[in-house]
T-cell receptor, first 115, second 117 residues
Framework: DAKTTQPPSMDCAEGRAANLPCNHS???????VYWYRQIHSQGPQYIIH???NNETNEMASLIITEDRKSSTLILPHATLRDTAVYYC????????????????FGTGTRLKVLA | GAVVSQHPSWVICKSGTSVKIECRSL??????MFWYRQFPKQSLMLMAT?????????EQGVEKDKFLINHASLTLSTLTVTSAHPEDSSFYIC?????????????FGNGTRLTVT
């Protein structure tokens, strides 16, 4: 089961900042938060990830609350090409012999950037 | 870097036939690969986790005899849909994580659209 909840949809004016929230209230101390986006009929594209500290890269910023129960992805200057479904994922450890992780997708937020 | 190539990008097959989908990590070694499927207007659903050199781990409700996964090398995993039926028509997406890097993100292929007639 997905460990995240997101609003189903959001609109944002072109050129403005898009702030996409994500709730992950059951996150454990060593679980990372990842953000991906998916444009129609393509594979998800990695955006950013973090554990505790805020992170920034050329695509976006990730703000994680101090209690780590929620985070916000910020696209500083949204463009029409940012229209996509954005997924927030908590990666969690699977305790099997292989010792791997799972990445379970929630329903995501459909962001529409308006001209 | 970190490119995942998936082939074919689309395939149409007749009911009862089998289809193989390949997933390759082009410039990194992938200890673990994941297979997802996605129906229209829905999110990605994890089907199975594939570790190099060992049997895949399937999610609950995914038939392992129906969806055969082989991960024979650190750069290649295959998903074979056996005896395909129209209800298997879906978008199949593979992903891979970089070997040896604990927090490295998943890298996804561009998916394979399977249509079973």
């Amino acid at each position: 089961d997905a460990k995240t909840t997101q609003p189903p949809s959001m609109d944002c004016a072109e050129g403005r900042a898009a702030n996409l929230p994500c709730n992950h209230s059951t996150i454990s101390g060593n679980e990372y938060v990842y953000w991906y986006r998916q444009i129609h009929s393509q594979g998800p594209q990695y955006i950013i990830h973090g554990l505790k500290n805020n992170e920034t890269n050329e695509m976006a910023s990730l703000i994680i609350t101090e209690d780590r129960k929620s985070s916000t992805l910020i696209l500083p200057h949204a463009t029409l090409r940012d229209t996509a479904v954005y997924y927030c994922i908590v990666r969690f450890r699977v305790f099997t012999t292989s010792g791997t992780y799972k990445y379970i997708f929630g329903t995501g937020t459909r962001l529409k950037v308006l001209a | 870097g970190a490119v995942v190539s998936q082939h074919p990008s689309w395939v149409i097959c007749k009911s009862g036939t089998s289809v193989k989908i390949e997933c390759r990590s082009l410039d990194f070694q992938a200890t673990t690969m994941f297979w997802y499927r996605q129906f229209p207007k829905q999110s990605l659903m994890l089907m199975a986790t594939s570790n190099e050199g060992s049997k895949a781990t399937y999610e609950q409700g995914v038939e392992k005899d129906k969806f055969l996964i082989n991960h024979a090398s650190l750069t290649l995993s295959t998903l074979t849909v056996t005896s395909a039926h129209p209800e298997d028509s879906s978008f199949y997406i593979c992903s891979a994580s970089t070997r040896g890097r604990e927090a490295s993100p998943l890298h996804f292929g561009n998916g394979t659209r399977l249509t079973v007639t």
